[in-house]
């Protein structure tokens, strides 16, 4: 019943060490975004793909960047966590951009050390 | 460039008791209005939106919200609050063109006493 997959839920790191956050959809849905949630704030929109076409937010870190190898996964690699990084990271997916409704993930939280 | 304003960061209510919480937004476009749930340590789910056609929108659990124009608002509402109502709630706008990712609020959450 699933239909976005975050893996794996809790995320814990070195600083400095590269980690990669998976989300996997079974909705066949074009859009798929990434967003970062730190503790009691809005969750901020890191980038999103459309179909293969990136789009970075302006004011997302070089730090973050993101691989869509097929419609059904996408992954947020983020090269080199610092202690400001430690988030909940939400994927989610819509349609396409004329089906406003976006469909979450359960989230990934990631906690740096 | 659009924004949501949520008032009040905590809001505590009986059970049984009226459940408003207010979203305020700015768009120089028509928008599209979203509220959204969030349990601990989890994703956020939605409760309903608006689009067009009729103002008042009705969603999930109970909760509907009206869109007034002329006051930039879509405040949600519940008549009769559950304990399992207790949550984290995002108000969230989005424009029909330009940027269409979604601006969220910063957040209410809501607490329920018995």
């Given at each position: 019943?699933?239909?976005?997959?975050?893996?794996?839920?809790?995320?814990?790191?070195?600083?400095?060490?590269?980690?990669?956050?998976?989300?996997?959809?079974?909705?066949?849905?074009?859009?798929?975004?990434?967003?970062?949630?730190k503790?009691?704030?809005?969750?901020?929109?890191l980038?999103?793909?459309?179909?293969?076409?990136?789009?970075?937010?302006?004011?997302?870190?070089?730090?973050?960047q993101?691989?869509?190898?097929?419609?059904?996964?996408?992954?947020?690699?983020?090269?080199?966590?610092?202690?400001?990084?430690?988030?909940?990271?939400?994927?989610?997916?819509?349609?396409?951009?004329?089906e406003?409704?976006?469909?979450?993930?359960?989230?990934?939280?990631?906690?740096?050390? | 460039?659009?924004?949501?304003?949520?008032?009040?960061?905590?809001?505590?209510?009986?059970?049984?008791?009226?459940?408003?919480?207010?979203?305020?937004?700015?768009?120089?476009?028509?928008?599209?209005?979203?509220w959204?749930?969030q349990?601990?340590?989890?994703?956020?789910?939605?409760?309903?939106?608006?689009?067009?056609?009729?103002?008042?929108?009705?969603?999930?659990?109970?909760?509907?919200?009206?869109?007034?124009?002329?006051?930039?608002?879509?405040?949600?509402?519940?008549?009769?609050?559950?304990?399992?109502?207790?949550?984290?709630?995002?108000?969230?706008?989005?424009?029909?063109?330009?940027?269409?990712?979604?601006?969220?609020?910063?957040?209410?959450?809501?607490?329920?006493?018995?």
């Amino acid at each position: 019943d699933a239909m976005v997959i975050q893996n794996p839920r809790y995320q814990v790191t070195q600083f400095g060490k590269p980690v990669t956050l998976s989300c996997s959809q079974t909705l066949n849905h074009n859009v798929m975004y990434w967003y970062q949630q730190k503790s009691s704030q809005a969750p901020k929109l890191l980038f999103h793909y459309y179909d293969k076409d990136f789009n970075n937010e302006a004011d997302t870190p070089d730090n973050f960047q993101s691989r869509r190898p097929n419609t059904s996964f996408c992954f947020l690699d983020i090269r080199s966590p610092g202690l400001g990084d430690a988030a909940m990271y939400l994927c989610a997916t819509s349609r396409d951009w004329v089906e406003e409704t976006q469909y979450f993930g359960p989230g990934t939280r990631l906690l740096v050390l | 460039a659009q924004s949501v304003t949520q008032l009040g960061s905590h809001v505590s209510v009986s059970e049984g008791a009226l459940v408003l919480l207010r979203c305020n937004y700015s768009s120089s476009v028509p928008p599209y209005l979203f509220w959204y749930v969030q349990y601990p340590n989890q994703g956020l789910q939605l409760l309903l939106k608006y689009t067009t056609g009729a103002t008042l929108v009705k969603g999930i659990n109970g909760f509907e919200a009206e869109f007034k124009k002329s006051e930039t608002s879509f405040h949600l509402t519940k008549p009769s609050a559950h304990m399992s109502d207790a949550a984290e709630y995002f108000c969230a706008v989005r424009v029909h063109t330009g940027r269409r990712a979604l601006t969220f609020g910063s957040g209410t959450r809501l607490q329920v006493q018995p």
